[in-house]
């Protein structure tokens, strides 16, 4: 008895922190004929949050439903997957996945859990990282950003590559991929749905709230920006904050510019000679953007990447 009683103690002290619980829900909102979005909430990961902030979006075909970026955990992808339910009775058969970094796809594991044999697909690069050292890295941050809530999520690598250029069509829905070099992350792709004028852009552009690049460049984001307006969009799905206009991805493309430009002045001047001199004339620049989510912590993180890039630039 003695031996049972200690038994189911350690059972239950071995039991991840928060097996059970349940990201909270964020309503579907349609965005486009067909398409719609749960938009998380604003900032890092965290226990406030559950882990969750990113937008998992869903697309409804003719033959069922395609997923981009069900969030962070299995526990993200469970709640994508009744909230997808709420709308409509089709299966899930494709994920899409837009660049390498977890708080957008480990939800994976939420989603082939609820549907058996759906395709995953993501860039190259995205597949070559996870299967690398950025899965795990990914798993190990979630679970100590959230202080546990994310344990039990497993990496759910896609399985086959999509380019640059790529065209598919999926239930009947064309998707037109847009994969631009070391942008956000060397790992990206934006989907474009011409029927919609509809473009999903990742992390290449957010709003009201600041992309990481520690994995991208400044040159490459803006890139990426010139490309997505390339296309006659209408309505932008950023990897974070508010679905908007095109004149979301404008402003995306003004920060990135302003920073790296005012970075490179005071470089060439030769008088700010470090990314913390330079941080409150670049601040001054960029007044616009003082009431983005998480602004003081992130602006000096872009600043001392943007001056890597210029001084790498200089050899």
């Given amino acids: 008895m003695r031996g049972r009683l200690i038994f189911c103690l350690l059972y239950f002290i071995m039991l991840p922190l928060h097996a ?17 979005v749960m938009h998380g909430p604003l900032g890092v990961p965290s226990v406030a949050n559950q882990g969750f902030m990113n937008n998992p979006a869903f697309i409804i075909t003719q033959t069922g439903v395609v997923v981009i970026d069900p969030g962070s955990s299995v526990q993200a992808g469970r709640m994508v997957v009744e909230q997808i339910r709420t709308v409509t009775e089709k299966p ?82 064309r998707m037109e991929i847009l994969a631009p070099p070391k942008a956000h992350s060397g790992t990206d792709m934006m989907i474009y749905l011409p029927s919609q004028r509809l473009l999903f852009t990742g992390d290449n552009v957010t709003s009201e709230r600041f992309g990481r690049l520690d994995d991208g460049t400044f040159k490459g984001g803006i890139a990426a920006c010139d490309r997505a307006l390339e296309r006659p969009v209408e309505v932008v799905v950023p990897g974070h904050g508010a679905t908007g206009g095109v004149g979301l991805i404008a402003v995306y493309r003004t920060y990135l510019r302003t920073l790296y430009d005012t ?35 992130m602006v000096g993180r872009h600043i001392s990447a943007a001056f890597q890039q210029v001084e790498a630039s200089e050899f």
């Fill in 20 to 36: 059970g619980e349940k990201v909270r829900a964020y309503p579907p909102v349609q965005v486009a004929d067909g398409v719609y």
């Fill in 92 to 173: 899930v058969t494709h994920v899409l996945n837009t660049h390498v970094h977890g708080d957008h796809w480990l939800g994976n594991h939420g989603i082939v859990e609820g549907y058996a044999g759906v395709q995953i697909l993501a860039h190259p690069a995205m597949i070559e990282e996870a299967l690398g050292s950025q899965a795990e890295r990914w798993l190990e941050y979630m679970v100590k950003a959230t202080e546990g809530f994310t344990q039990g999520t497993q990496a759910v690598i896609p399985t086959v590559p999509v380019g640059d250029d790529t065209v598919l069509t999926l239930g009947g829905v």
């Fill in 263 to 297: 970075v490179k002045v005071l470089y060439d001047e030769g008088t700010l000679d470090t990314p913390h001199a330079m941080k409150p004339r670049v601040v001054e620049a960029l007044s616009v953007y003082h009431d983005w989510v998480d602004f003081d912590e």
